[in-house]
Every structure is written in C-alpha cells, then in structure tokens.
C-alpha cells in the first residue's frame, strides 16, 4: 500500500490553464505538505497544512492554493500556469504530535509538471 | 547566500569506498537535521535524523552534525552500485516540523562497480 500516493504523476499543460494536483496520505498523518522541486533539483516547501489549517504559506504566487476537504487529502491548485511552474511537485506528510523526535516527513514519487 | 549549501557533485567513486557528504548552514536555530535519499524519478526517503550535534551511526551510515562550525556530514562505508542516488540534506527548527523542512541542494552521487 502506498503511504502517500499522488496523481497525476505526469502532467503536460498549456500556459494559461488551471490544473490540479491531488494528494492523499494513508498514515493517519496530521499535516500535509507541498514541496516544489526545480529544474536543478533544488526542493523548496510551498505549504503546510495542519488539521486543516495552513500553517506556513512561503512566499509562493497566490495562483497556487492548497484545498485539503479532509485530513488525509491535500490538493494543490494551480491557475493560469505559466513556463516556470514547470518543476516536480511532491506531496509530503507528518505526524506533529510525536514526542521526543523528529516528525518524519514521507514523500510521494511527485507530479512532474510540464507546461508548454 | 543560501540558507543551506550542499555541493551538487556529481560525485563519483568506487565500489567499496568511503564516501563523505556534507552541508554548511547559517540560520543558528536549526536543531533537527536528517539524511534524505532520492532515487531518479521518486520522492525523497528518509535516511538518518540527527537532534543537534553528535553522531548517529546506522548500519554502514554515519551522520554527524557539528553545531558550533554549522556543518553536517554524512559517511557511507562499503560503498555499493545500489547507494547511487541524490543525497539531500535537511534541516528544522521545530521537532514537529509544521514549519517544513530546509533542503540543500543535493549531492548526486555514483558508485561505480
């Protein structure tokens, strides 16, 4: 079973489309995550969600949105796409209230997004 | 500068070698520093979690973190085809990580037969 499955795995776009990425954790994990990883393989986080609520928003355009209907889902939106959105975008979750160590961050095998 | 640097190789040695990857950070509240490994085309997995400086050895990994020079190591021994990947370090402030994870760069490592 796989822990953090998202879909689609691959998706090519025109500039200017809305497109979704969906998520789902299968842990019993607590928050969520967005991570974007570019062309030079360097993995930034873009949100973080917590029993619903985002927690941390960097300084990513405001045509993403993270949409999360329940605790095991969280969705990335992504309107009016443009060339550099193009990247791999991996979902991530953990479980905040482990005590005395490091709440491990699980990956899924990312969305390679491609827009042309 | 960036908040976390890491050589992104590639880094190539012999089967059988002792290899060293490293990171230097800047940002003094960081407490939590892990290992991630990345194969081509999939997600990063967890290797090896550290909590502020000391040395965790697991199998033939050894991480090392020095808090004072703001510098992390990781050591593989008997190196094998099967540990080439993309080695990603990252570090937290918080143990929960709500707050995410800070990543280098990666260092892309090959382990040739």
């Known amino acids: 079973d796989t822990a953090v499955s998202q879909t689609p795995k691959y998706l090519v776009t025109q500039m200017g489309n809305d497109k979704s990425i969906k998520c789902e954790q299968n842990?019993?994990?607590?928050?969520m995550y967005w991570y974007k990883q570019d062309s030079k393989k360097f993995l930034k986080i873009m949100f973080s969600?917590?029993?619903?609520?985002?927690?941390i928003n960097e300084t990513v355009p405001n045509r993403f949105s993270p949409k999360s209907p329940d605790k095991a889902h969280l969705n990335l939106h992504i309107n009016s796409l443009e060339l550099g959105d193009s990247a791999v975008y991996f979902c991530?979750?953990?479980?905040?209230?482990?005590?005395?160590?490091?709440?491990?961050?699980?990956f899924g095998q990312g969305t390679r997004l491609t827009v042309v | 500068q960036k908040e976390v640097e890491q050589d992104p190789g590639p880094l190539s040695v012999p089967e059988g070698a002792i290899v060293s990857l490293n990171c230097t950070y800047s940002?003094?509240?960081?407490?939590?520093f892990m290992w991630y490994r990345q194969y081509s085309r999939k997600g990063p997995e967890l290797l090896m979690y550290?909590?502020?400086?000391g040395n965790k050895e697991d199998g033939r990994f050894t991480a090392q973190v020095d808090k004072s020079s703001k510098y992390i190591s990781l050591f593989i021994r008997d190196s094998q085809p099967s540990d080439s990947a993309t080695y990603l370090c990252?570090?937290?402030?918080?143990?929960?990580?709500?707050?995410?994870?800070?990543f280098g760069k990666g260092t892309h490592l090959i382990i040739q037969p």
């Open positions: 842990l019993g994990h607590d928050t």
């Open positions: 991530a979750s953990s479980q905040d209230r482990r005590q005395g160590r490091m709440a491990e961050a699980f």
């Open positions: 969600y917590n029993n619903k609520e985002l927690i």
């Open positions: 940002n003094s509240a960081f407490q939590y």
């Open positions: 550290t909590y502020s400086s």
């Open positions: 990252a570090m937290s402030a918080t143990r929960g990580g709500a707050d995410g994870l800070t």
